[in-house]
């Protein structure tokens, strides 16, 4: 059920930093090709620097004519991991900008259906798809209701894309509290105490690493009979 694969290639989206670049890393080291794709040219400039075996693309996965510039560029490909992230849609529902909720739906939700529908004439058909989604759409945890809806949203399309797109494989994966750049909005002190708190509601007692997230996404990309299927990667969170 796991398959070989060197000499195959794939593209992460929204892999400059965080879990999107942890992912690139191990599927380099299984494929030997690995397309890197991001919005922010600084971040881009230092992972050519970083890590110049992976090669990496300017694309803002909003923009559809960029989409398929980037796409008929790279020709044909075998995996698509799609890791793009939006921070808008977050707090207690009677306090939430709706503006705010919209904007979340247009930074994540849209674009990875555009990324999507772009690379399917390039992907191989024994290939797959895998997006990363977040287990607000489960915890329950007051003040999430937004990110609820958009990841929920994508959630509920995966097993339905997974018999639309057959034989191409789609699955999420759905993490929990992760310490990424994400947090960054946060000053150090004030995101010490969130994980802490965080901490004292996942089973495992702490937060993950954007490592652990990784492997849970190479180990779908590399299992061929996984499919139709978001698999959560919280450490118990509830």
Not at 147 to 173: S, T, W, Y
């Amino acid at each position: 059920m796991t398959k070989d694969l060197s000499n195959q290639k794939a593209v992460v989206a929204g892999g400059t930093s965080g879990i999107g670049l942890a992912t690139a890393k191990m599927l380099f080291r299984l494929t030997g090709d690995v397309t890197v794709t991001g919005r922010d040219q600084k971040k881009l400039d230092a992972l050519r620097v970083s890590d110049p075996e992976l090669k990496v693309a300017a694309l803002d996965s909003n923009d559809k004519n960029e989409l398929t510039n980037f796409f008929s560029s790279t020709g044909s490909f075998d995996h698509l991991v799609i890791t793009l992230s939006g921070a808008k849609g977050g707090g207690l529902f009677q306090e939430l900008s709706l503006d705010d909720l919209r904007e979340g739906f247009e930074k994540k939700f849209w674009p990875y259906l555009q990324t999507i529908q772009t690379a399917l004439p390039y992907l191989s058909k024994n290939g797959s798809i895998t997006i990363l989604t977040a287990s607000s759409t489960t915890a329950r945890l007051s003040g999430t209701a937004g990110l609820a809806a958009i990841n929920g949203a994508l959630e509920v399309m995966v097993p339905i894309l997974a018999k639309d797109l057959k034989p191409i494989r789609v699955n999420a994966i759905s993490p929990g509290v992760i310490d990424t750049p994400w947090w960054n909005f946060l000053n150090e002190a004030d995101k010490r105490a969130t994980f802490e708190q965080f901490s004292e509601q996942i089973a495992v007692g702490r937060v993950g690493t954007a490592e652990e997230i990784a492997h849970a996404i190479v180990g779908v990309v590399a299992n061929n009979y996984i499919n139709g299927s978001t698999i959560f990667c919280n450490g118990g969170l509830s």
